[in-house]
T-cell receptor, first 115, second 111 residues
Framework: GALVYQYPRRTICKSGTSMRMECQAV??????VAWYRQSPQKTFELIAL?????????EQNFTQEKFPISHPNLSFSSMTVLNAYLEDRGLYLC???????????FGPGTRLLVL | QQKVQQSPESLSVPEGGMASLNCTSS?????YFWWYRQHSGEGPKALM?????GDKKEGRFTAHLNKASLHVSLHIRDSQPSDSALYFC???????????FGLGTRVSVFP
């Protein structure tokens, strides 16, 4: 079946520092990967959508300068939270989808705490 | 304004009972809908998708879509304690690949 792994599962960083998180698809080819942030107040916020061999599309309020994403192949994607502050706290989820399939499969998320 | 709205916020159901969840979209461009379930400490897991008007049944789960009213529902028959979780409705339009989620309904199944 389709599985998505994310690491780390939980991380704590100091305010102003950066943190990289990874997403790996197993059992299918992740032609597109969407990164979301889940917080109690805002449910799932779509950060950006990355499709292999296409430009990464960032949603309003999220930028490449703050959340650079790498999607080098069909099984792996990573995102960095640069210069993290309190408002960046939350559960970061990656949702991967295979070409010609409609459903996104999610990993367990990386929980980011900022001190 | 939340483009995907869910109700109720929370729901308590006796074991063996029926749980009914609702979702309404305010964006007529949304044509594709999913129900996801999220247990504590885990990522959301896709339960089912529904793209056409009418009912879709998968095991104990039945989804219903009415595109004219932009309303989709999820019914869980013979609820089990393991069904206790957060349930999210998600929608997508024809040109976007990312999903728009509702705020979720917390379902608690009690013995």
């Amino acid at each position: 079946g389709a599985l998505v792994y994310q690491y780390p599962r939980r991380t704590i960083c100091k305010s102003g520092t950066s943190m990289r998180m990874e997403c790996q698809a197993v059992g299918f080819q992740a032609t597109s990967v969407a990164w979301y942030r889940q917080s109690p107040q805002k449910t799932f916020e779509l950060i950006a959508l990355s499709t292999v061999n296409s430009a990464i599309k960032y949603e309003q309020n999220f930028t490449q300068e703050k959340f650079p994403i790498s999607h080098p192949n069909l099984s792996f994607s990573s995102m960095t939270v640069l210069n993290a502050y309190l408002e960046d706290r939350g559960l970061y989820l990656c949702g991967a989808r295979e070409v010609n399939q409609d459903t996104q499969y999610f990993g367990p998320g990386t929980r980011l705490l900022v001190l | 304004q939340q483009k995907v709205q869910q109700s109720p916020e929370s729901l308590s159901v006796p074991e063996g009972g029926m749980a009914s969840l609702n979702c309404t979209s305010s964006d007529r461009n949304f044509q594709y809908f999913w129900w996801y379930r999220q247990h504590s400490g885990e990522g959301p897991k896709a339960l089912m998708s529904i793209f056409s008007d009418g009912d879709k049944k998968e095991g104990r789960f039945t989804a219903h879509l009415n595109k004219a009213s932009l309303h989709v529902s999820l019914h869980i028959r013979d609820s089990q304690p393991s069904d206790s979780a957060l349930y999210f409705c998600a929608a997508r339009n024809n040109y976007a690949q990312g999903l728009t989620f509702g705020l979720g309904t917390r379902v608690s199944v009690f013995p």
